[in-house]
T-cell receptor, first 111, second 113 residues
Framework: QQQVKQSPQSLIVQKGGISIINCAYENTAFDYFPWYQQFPGKGPALLIAIRPDVSEKKEGRFTISFNKSAKQFSLHIMDSQPGDSATYFCAALDSNYQLIWGAGTKLIIKP | DTAVSQTPKYLVTQMGNDKSIKCEQNLGHDTMYWYKQDSKKFLKIMFSYNNKELIINETVPNRFSPKSPDKAHLNLHINSLELGDSAVYFC????????????FGQGTRLTVV
């Protein structure tokens, strides 16, 4: 129940395309769902986050879609750019205030 | 002005040695964490401290001992290093326990030979 399952493990997208990364969870007590972006040699950094009372949140080219009934959420990157190439992690905050992390998705944007 | 800084950035050492990694945050946060990231990029929380008090201690060998001398510092000491300890270790902080944003340091790449 504490898992967050993330897919795909890796993703290659052409420049200008849409990148989509999916996550699924089981624990309905999770109440905060962030996405982190990690560049090589750096620590993860918060990209965008959502709470389960909304179905979508958009910040620039990045959008989180949230489906509470299906217990799924996804990150969409519109007009993907080579500078978006990074590892992306979804996560969920549990009732003990602990972040439960997905396994990560390595995204490569081809010029 | 780095928000979460950890030293050293790279650490190469022999099996059986004892080593420490230092972490400092200048954000005024109450909560600090240590994470381990393996070669497959999987992030695993090791410890969580809130106001210098240990909150979370995941299943981590007792060779790993965190120490928080004050709210701004959380150091990690590792005894009797093993090959399997090779990984990148990240320190992080958040404003409070369950804070909506965790700020990570740049990581310490530990290689045990």
């Amino acid at each position: 129940q504490q898992q967050v399952k993330q897919s795909p493990q890796s993703l290659i997208v052409q420049k200008g395309g849409i990148s989509i990364i999916n996550c699924a969870y089981e624990n309905t007590a999770f109440d905060y769902f962030p996405w982190y972006q990690q560049f090589p040699g750096k620590g993860p950094a918060l990209l965008i986050a959502i709470r389960p009372d909304v179905s979508e949140k958009k910040e620039g080219r990045f959008t989180i879609s949230f489906n509470k009934s299906a217990k799924q959420f996804s990150l969409h990157i519109m007009d993907s750019q080579p500078g978006d190439s990074a590892t992306y992690f979804c996560a969920a905050l549990d009732s003990n205030y602990q972040l439960i992390w997905g396994a990560g998705t390595k995204l490569i944007i081809k010029p | 002005d780095t928000a979460v800084s950890q030293t050293p950035k790279y650490l190469v050492t022999q099996m059986g040695n004892d080593k420490s990694i230092k972490c400092e945050q200048n954000l005024g946060h109450d909560t600090m964490y240590w994470y381990k990231q393996d070669s497959k990029k999987f992030l695993k929380i090791m410890f969580s401290y809130n106001n210098k008090e240990l909150i979370i201690n995941e299943t981590v060998p007792n060779r790993f001992s965190p120490k928080s001398p004050d709210k701004a510092h959380l150091n990690l000491h590792i005894n009797s290093l093993e090959l399997g300890d090779s990984a990148v270790y990240f320190c992080a902080s958040s404003a409070q326990l369950g804070g909506t944003e965790a700020f990570f340091g740049q990581g310490t790449r530990l290689t045990v030979v």
